[in-house]
């Protein structure tokens, strides 16, 4: 069992930075695949970036790449997603999420979610 918590939204003016960390709690934290995805306003949930147990492999959304970097900290149970040159469209609850293997976290396909937080990025 893995429960998420995300912490680190607000409010930036567009261009901004903002960072974002997910804590786990249980002991096979570093088990797991995690991700990042969010959901705006009237919009279905979308991926963000994903990165591998290891470490070793990361993957974007093309909407975020070059601007957003998902990295973790196994030895604190830790994911981050540090959201650079934000723009308005990044507008949107963002949530944690883990799956036991990579390419299911990229596919939507998660055992764990995480509450969300609320990133607003005004004009």
């Known amino acids: 069992q893995v429960q998420l918590v995300e912490s680190g939204g607000g409010l930036v003016q567009a261009g901004g930075s903002l960072g974002l960390s997910c804590a786990a709690s249980?002991?096979?934290?570093?088990?797991?695949?995690m991700g990042w995805f969010r959901q705006a306003p009237g919009k279905e949930r979308e991926f963000v970036a994903a990165i591998s147990w290891s470490a070793d492999s990361t993957y974007y959304a093309d909407s975020v790449k070059g601007r957003f970097t998902i990295s973790r900290d196994n030895a604190k149970n830790t994911v981050y997603l540090q959201m650079n040159s934000l723009e308005p469209e990044d507008t949107a609850i963002y949530y944690c999420?883990?799956?036991?293997?990579?390419?299911?976290?990229?596919?939507?396909?998660?055992?764990?979610w995480g509450q969300g937080t609320q990133v607003t990025v005004s004009s």
């Open positions: 249980g002991r096979t934290f570093s088990s797991y695949a």
């Open positions: 999420a883990a799956a036991i293997i990579t390419k299911r976290v990229v596919a939507g396909e998660l055992d764990y």
